[in-house]
């Protein structure tokens, strides 16, 4: 059975710093191309970050977001399942629900391979 368990959002201040996690089971984790997505109230869901599978010579291809360029860094460590979202400067327009996907195909992320999402606030 697919899990995708995303993690680690809060509440900090503009400049403020978070590290989210997304731990994915039941899928052939290495194989998967994975990211961030995000849905604000009364926005669309957005594709923050996203890093693909590893190929065989090269590590996995990351793809920003231009809202997130140089604040936001994606990276996954296929030993543990896990791929991370370390978010720096956080302004308040960076205020919503943080979703991980397991399975981001060339027509979109995968349904069914959501986590249930994680909040982040960013207010004074």
């Known amino acids: 059975q697919v899990r995708v368990a995303d993690s680690g959002g809060g509440l900090v201040p503009p400049g403020g710093s978070l590290r989210l996690s997304c731990k994915g089971s039941?899928?052939?984790?290495?194989?998967?191309?994975m990211g961030w997505y995000r849905q604000a109230p009364e926005k669309q869901r957005e594709m923050v970050a996203m890093?693909?599978?590893?190929?065989?010579?090269?590590?996995?291809?990351?793809t920003y977001a231009d809202s997130v360029k140089g604040r936001f860094t994606i990276s996954r460590d296929d030993a543990e399942n896990t791929v991370y979202l370390q978010m720096n400067n956080l302004k308040p327009e960076d205020t919503a629900l943080y979703l991980c996907?397991?399975?981001?195909?060339?027509?979109?992320?995968?349904?069914?391979?959501w986590g249930l999402g994680t909040q982040v606030y960013v207010s004074s």
């Open positions: 039941g899928m052939d984790f290495s194989k998967n191309n």
């Open positions: 996907n397991g399975d981001i195909r060339p027509g979109g992320p995968r349904p069914g391979y």
């Open positions: 890093v693909t599978a590893r190929g065989l010579h090269s590590g996995g291809q990351i």
